[in-house]
């Protein structure tokens, strides 16, 4: 009767070793993905939140230049200028730490920078659509103004 017990040993043990390999493949092959999903999530944010960053910029200058009568800069203007540059820094800065740093970076730190970049789009989002708002109705002031302006003798 022991051969059979030894013999039973012999094939369940490696079984058993090769199914423990195998789940522990799994696992890194499944945190190594969400490692992966969660870096496209970082660079798509960034890609984003610079495309956002460009178009505020060129609709603020739309905007400044509708508004422009003088030869000087508005100050909000210069202020508005140096806000988005800060932005389009500090987000080089992200996709520099995201360059070096990210392969190295816990799952947590970035789950929280995508997190982070996921609401500073949101909210770069929400301003666009203010910006645009202000936008149409300056435009309708001005074109009020110009009609106004060209009905007086």
Known sequence: MTPFP????AIVLPALVAVAACGVVIW????QMRHERTLRTLYLEADGIERDLKECRQRLQ???????????????????KLAIDAALRELLAHRLWLRDEAEHASQRDL??????????????GRQLRELDTAQRALETAVRERIEDLSQQP
């Not at 789950?111 to 770069?124: E, N, Q, S, T, V």
Request: glycine share 10%; hydrophobic share 50%.
């Open 28 to 31: 890194l092959l499944v945190r």
């Open 6 to 9: 030894t013999m039973l040993l």
């Open 111 to 124: 789950d929280a920078a995508a997190a982070a970049m996921g609401k500073a789009r949101g909210a770069l």
């Open 62 to 80: 739309r905007a400044h230049a509708s508004m422009s009568i003088g030869p000087h800069q508005p100050a909000g203007e210069t202020h508005a």
